[in-house]
């Protein structure tokens, strides 16, 4: 592969963020064993924890963003309430985050592994 295709494919504008948020009863153990299976399940398809109840995803493409959300919308909970959420990488580089007053910068996408 030519690096100048290369370059296209990871362009800011192609590569996407997939984002997850919801808020999932957890009154009864069988609610909280639920929503931790939904969490798992995030993490084990390549979601990282943005906030307790929100998971973001860096996807190359996106059609493979699109898998992902396919994922998360077969292992969706019975009840609570889920939303999906994609955004350009480009976008997401203007993310503003704060600690306390203070301001961080955003962190970078870890590196992923296509197979072809």
Same mark, same amino acid.
């Given at each position: @592969?030519?690096?100048? $295709?290369?370059?296209?494919?990871?362009? #800011?504008?192609?590569? @996407?963020?997939? !984002?997850?948020?919801?808020?999932? &009863? *957890?009154? *009864?153990? =069988?609610?909280?064993?639920?929503?931790?299976?939904? $969490?798992? %399940? !995030?993490?084990?398809?390549?979601? *990282?924890?943005? #906030?307790? /109840?929100?998971?973001?995803?860096?996807?190359?493409? $996106?059609?493979?963003?699109?898998?992902?959300?396919?994922?998360?919308?077969? /292992?969706? &909970? #019975?009840? +609570?309430?889920? +939303?999906?959420?994609?955004? =350009? %990488?480009?976008?997401? +580089?203007?993310?503003?985050?704060?600690?306390?007053?203070?301001? *961080? &910068? &955003?962190?970078?996408? /870890?590196? #992923?592994?296509?197979?072809?």
């Amino acid at each position: @592969m030519t690096s100048k $295709r290369y370059l296209s494919r990871l362009n #800011q504008y192609r590569s @996407m963020w997939v !984002l997850v948020f919801f808020d999932l &009863p *957890t009154e *009864t153990k =069988t609610e909280r064993k639920v929503a931790a299976r939904f $969490r798992k %399940d !995030l993490l084990d398809d390549g979601f *990282t924890m943005f #906030q307790f /109840s929100i998971y973001l995803r860096f996807s190359a493409s $996106r059609e493979n963003a699109d898998v992902h959300i396919r994922r998360v919308k077969n /292992s969706l &909970p #019975q009840k +609570g309430k889920v +939303g999906i959420m994609m955004i =350009t %990488d480009k976008q997401f +580089g203007m993310i503003e985050i704060f600690y306390g007053q203070k301001e *961080t &910068p &955003p962190e970078k996408p /870890s590196q #992923q592994l296509e197979l072809f």
